[in-house]
């Protein structure tokens, strides 16, 4: 068998993250719009949020707080809102996005890999202590994995940083050339896991990636991963 570790994404490659997140942005952008008195800007709160959730992950910032900051001065409001504010509509919206489902080959596929390798999460922060670790435990999946990495908390840098891969990789006691990683981002998960010197998958369900990195497979069904790793067809 080639490889010995397999690495894995969490959000929109374990789980349908991206069928809860409008929901999830809704959600705040209704509070929002109460909390300025015009309930009837909702939808318009909603395209300014979910602009400015798309600007700022890309740019690595993981705090929904801030989130919230950056929507406010776009509606004029400044800073004036209480953290203590932000930080409850922080929390509804991962209220919200906790709602998200394993994909339906998700657990076949690491059951079956369960048995032959080691298995890891390398995933980033979501910017709120603990609540990364706490939609994990929601997922029911922890007890597949021997080492789980959230990148961006307790000193280790958020992917695509090759630090959190090196990581993970050192935790399962193997050697990059032994691992293989699967996520659905390219730049994150697949440039990431190369400059760390691992085997790359990308996961690509629907088709619509833009390979800004080189994987070195790229797959539409989680048993795919099977297929790689054991070289049987499922």
Known sequence: ?????????????????????????????????????????????????????????????????????????????????DERLLRRWTRAYWEEYMKHELFPDALHMLRTLHKVCKLAIVTNTDGLPGMKRQRLEKAGILDFFEVVVIAGEGGVDPKPCPQPFRLAVKMLGLSPSECLMVGDDPVKD?????????????????????????????????????EIVLGKHF
């Open 190 to 226: 697949v440039a990431g896991a190369k400059a760390a010197g691992i085997y790359a998958v990308l996961f690509d369900r629907y088709g619509r990636k833009l390979l800004s990195a080189r994987p070195d497979y790229v797959i539409s069904r989680l048993t795919n991963v099977l």
């Open 1 to 81: 068998m080639r490889f010995r570790g397999v690495l894995f994404d969490f959000d929109n490659t374990l789980v349908d993250s991206a069928a809860v997140l409008p929901k999830a942005q809704q959600k705040v952008a209704e509070l929002i719009a109460t909390y300025i008195g015009k309930p009837q800007l909702s939808m318009e709160i909603f395209k300014v949020l979910k602009r400015a959730e798309e600007v700022l992950e890309l740019h690595g910032v993981y705090d929904r707080d801030r989130y919230w900051h950056h929507v406010l001065a776009e509606l004029g409001l400044g800073d004036a809102v």
